[in-house]
Structure formats: structure tokens, C-alpha cells
């Protein structure tokens, strides 16, 4: 079929393609979640302006991550070129959960460089401050600030 990821791969992000203030933490230390059975690591950022670039060969890519309350928007460049900004948030954003962050789609076969880069204004968490109050678990401090929560890169390659 036209939508066949028979070629889809994950690979780990390492350090090396990260800049600016990141940690690296255990998967369940965020938010008390159990996600150490989707990753072994989990890289985090609080601060505006860090950056992950990636090197792919493939047609598509994306993040393969966790998102919550304090989950920021992102800008996007591919092969040079702004792709816009990301962003992660929907009603159920009041808590976090795994998520995947597209970078690229329909990209022409051949190797690529991606970056992603925090910006410093956060999105509009109207909807899922509103259903954490539904909820009654609306705690304001988990709502502030921007921040990532990467765990691996997954790639669309060529077969």
C-alpha cells in the first residue's frame, strides 16, 4: 500500500546530535510514568533555543517522544528549508503520554538534515488546562514553561 513502513526504523538520539542545555534521564522519572519499555533514555530540555539536528537517509522521519502539560512548540528546518513550527498539545495534553513529533514527510529519496529547535513561547494550553480541571488534577506549575522530552528517532528508509 502507498502508507507501507516496512522500512521504518528507530535509532537512538545521542548526544552528539543535541546543543544547548539537555539531560538525559530514566524514561519513568518523568511524571512518575512507566515509559522504560519504549525507551532506554529520554532526552530533556527546559531551555529555549536547544536544538536536535539529525542526520537521515529516508522520505520520512519524526520524533518518537513523550508529551504532557509543559511540552513546548518547535520550529522545524529540513535540508535548509523552514518547515514551520510543532507543537503537542490536544485536550488530553493534562497529562503526559507517548507522542510522536513529525519532522519530514514526502521527501525525495536520499540523505537529509533535520533540526528542531525549542522556541520560547509556549502554545495555547487552554483545552487541557480546562480538562485537567474536569479532572481535578489542574496543578498550574505543571502547565509552565516550554519543554521536550525526546526518546528516539524514527526514519522512513528506502528499501
Known amino acids: 500500500t502507498a502508507r ?15 546543543s544547548g542545555d539537555w539531560q538525559e ?9 512507566a515509559f522504560s519499555s519504549h525507551f532506554d533514555r529520554l532526552w530533556v530540555t527546559r531551555t529555549p533555543g536547544t536544538k536536535l539536528t539529525v542526520k537521515f ?18 520550529k522545524v528546518t529540513v535540508d535548509g528549508v523552514d ?21 519530514a514527510a514526502n521527501l525525495p529519496p ?10 520560547p513561547d509556549p502554545p495555547d494550553r487552554s483545552l487541557p488546562i480546562e480538562s485537567a480541571k474536569k479532572a481535578n ?17 524514527c526514519v522512513l528508509e528506502e528499501l
Open 110 to 119: 536520499g540523505e537529509h538534515t533535520a533540526t528542531i529547535e525549542l522556541l
Open 25 to 33: 534521564v530514566v524514561p519513568a522519572t518523568v511524571a512518575g510514568r
Open 137 to 153: 488534577t489542574y496543578k498550574p506549575a505543571d502547565f509552565a514553561g516550554v519543554a521536550l522530552h525526546l526518546g528516539a528517532l
Open 57 to 74: 537517509t529516508g522520505t520520512r522521519a519524526w520524533i518518537f517522544d513523550v508529551f504532557g502539560p509543559g511540552t513546548g512548540r518547535v
Open 4 to 18: 507501507n513502513m516496512e522500512g521504518a526504523v528507530q535509532k537512538p538520539i545521542t548526544r552528539e546530535m543535541l
Open 83 to 103: 518547515k514551520g513550527e510543532r507543537q503537542q498539545v490536544d485536550p488530553w495534553s493534562h497529562y503526559y503520554r507517548l507522542g510522536s513529533l513529525e519532522i
